[in-house]
């Protein structure tokens, strides 16, 4: 069985500044998917960015970007030039490929706080 | 555009009572759809997922059930609630490969 794990339940960080948010995974296949999702305090869960595990090349999307290392499992996200609104707790997420039925594991979550 | 509704946002419901909380998706066909639990300050737990019309996979043995009547219509419920079923539920849709699920706002159920 697949398992997320993250070890920050909570971390701060200065207006402007960067900050990274560890995830690693447990899983025995070779392909699949990863997501960080974000859930502000409206509780709505709002995709971040993805990745495929197939591609070398870590996605970013804008002031996010990910650092996904295949070998060690894991797949740490670093939000750069932080804002009030990135204030959330950040989810990371598993999904297998094969027998896909687009069941997403998540790990227990970060809470982020970003301060003025 | 794909959207989903999920209803109601708040309930606050006795023990013992019945529960029923509905969620459709708008734009789409044939979606897969899931129901996630999420305790005060934790992650989410998948309870139910469904392929198709009728086909239910239940991912925890639990005090709930669900249902999916319609194509784009997926129901969580209950017969008698319990204090443990407490918490922020979220109904989410997905339509394939390389795709990630996209969730309803959620319902906070309160059960006193």
């Known amino acids: 069985a697949q398992t997320v794990t993250q070890s920050q339940p909570e971390m701060s960080v200065q207006e402007a500044e960067t900050v990274t948010l560890s995830c690693t995974y447990d899983?025995?296949?070779?392909?699949?998917?990863l997501f960080w999702y974000k859930q502000p305090p409206s509780r709505q869960m709002i995709l971040v960015i993805r990745?495929?595990?197939?591609?070398?090349q870590n996605a970013t999307e804008n002031r996010f970007s990910v650092n996904f290392q295949k070998a060690a499992k894991s797949f740490s996200l670093k939000i750069s030039d932080s804002q009030l609104g990135d204030t959330a707790m950040y989810f990371c997420?598993?999904?297998?490929?094969?027998?896909?039925?687009?069941?997403?594991?998540f790990g227990q979550g970060t809470t982020l706080q970003v301060k003025p | 555009s794909q959207t989903i509704h999920q209803w109601p946002a708040t309930l606050v419901q006795p023990v013992g009572s019945p529960l029923s909380l509905e969620c459709t998706v708008e734009?789409?066909?044939?979606?897969?759809l899931y129901w996630y639990r999420q305790a005060a300050g934790r992650g989410l737990q998948l309870l139910f997922y469904?392929?198709?019309?009728?086909?239910i996979s239940s991912e925890v043995p639990q005090n709930l059930s669900a249902s999916r009547p319609q194509d784009r219509q997926f129901i969580l419920s209950s017969k008698k609630l319990l204090l443990s079923d407490s918490g922020f539920y979220l109904c989410?849709?997905?339509?394939?490969?390389?795709?990630?699920?996209?969730f309803g706002n959620g319902t906070r159920l309160t059960v006193t």
């Open positions: 734009g789409t066909s044939n979606p897969n």
């Open positions: 899983t025995s296949e070779n392909n699949y998917y």
């Open positions: 989410a849709w997905w339509t394939g490969y390389n795709s990630p699920l996209h």
């Open positions: 990745q495929e595990a197939y591609k070398q």
């Open positions: 997420a598993f999904m297998k490929e094969t027998g896909n039925t687009g069941k997403l594991i």
């Open positions: 469904s392929v198709g019309i009728g086909q």
